[in-house]
């Protein structure tokens, strides 16, 4: 009997993965079991020697793994690029984010901001800098903790203006989606897959990267907010 493929993933790609997983479970017979973490964490759980076949999460943080030896550098597949949206509580308020200037406004009028503690908070922090508000702001700054949907901060009434990836605001109750960042200012990260170095599995990981990869995954990434790679 064959063990289940075991992985790590961002909570970004949550809903997505459980998506195609089931897809490729179906179709193969294979098992699969994908925790999504923080993404801070899953990369400190594969830094810290996890056994994982598969780990998914930002590009970067696969590239920086794949240079440290934990996972396997001819398998890096990029699979999906995903953007930042806005959300405030349901019922509340919807301040005009439809360009970078009047968003600036919005989040300088919030009584309190919040982003993750992933890639898009990183530049989201050094929007803020180039702005010239980061000082202005810095105490109204609610940092979500690794594994925290920011969504949630802001369905419980904890933070007022939320920015995180689409895909984590979508199906989630108690709040409104504003919209995307204007173009001009959008951050979108590209999350990418890797085979784990000390996988016994790499060919039935290699095989569930292809069909995460195939035309038939691209309509369920767009369901969950997101772009092929």
């Not at 075991?6 to 925790?35: C, H, K, N, Y």
């Not at 989040?107 to 803020?128: C, M």
């Not at 702005?131 to 802001?154: F, H, S």
């Amino acid at each position: 009997m064959t063990t289940a493929i075991q992985g790590i993933s961002s909570m970004a790609t949550r809903l997505l993965l459980a998506e195609l997983v089931a897809g490729f479970q179906q179709r193969s017979g294979l098992q699969v079991d994908i925790a999504s973490v923080g993404g801070v964490d899953a990369a400190k759980r594969v830094q810290a020697g996890e056994a994982f076949d598969v780990v998914i999460l930002a590009s970067d943080a696969i590239d920086k793994l794949v240079a440290a030896g934990h996972l396997l550098a001819d398998s890096k597949v990029d699979l999906v690029r995903s953007g930042v949206a806005v959300a405030v509580r349901a019922g509340a308020a919807e301040p005009d984010i439809a360009t970078e200037d009047v968003l600036r406004e919005a989040v300088r009028a919030a009584r309190s901001i919040s982003y993750s503690t992933g890639p898009s908070g990183v530049a989201l922090a050094k929007l803020f800098e180039r702005w010239g508000i980061a000082e202005e702001i810095k105490d109204r700054i609610v940092q979500a903790p690794p594994g925290v949907p920011v969504g949630t901060l802001v369905a419980r009434g904890e933070v007022e203006l939320g920015f995180q990836q689409l895909s984590e605001l979508l199906n989630l109750d108690g709040i409104t989606i504003l919209g995307p960042l204007p173009a001009a200012i959008q951050v979108i990260t590209t999350f990418s897959a890797a085979v784990a170095t000390g996988s016994l599995q790499a060919e039935a990981v290699r095989t569930m990267l292809d069909f995460m990869n195939s035309p038939e995954a691209i309509a369920i990434k767009r369901r969950q907010g997101m772009d092929p790679a």
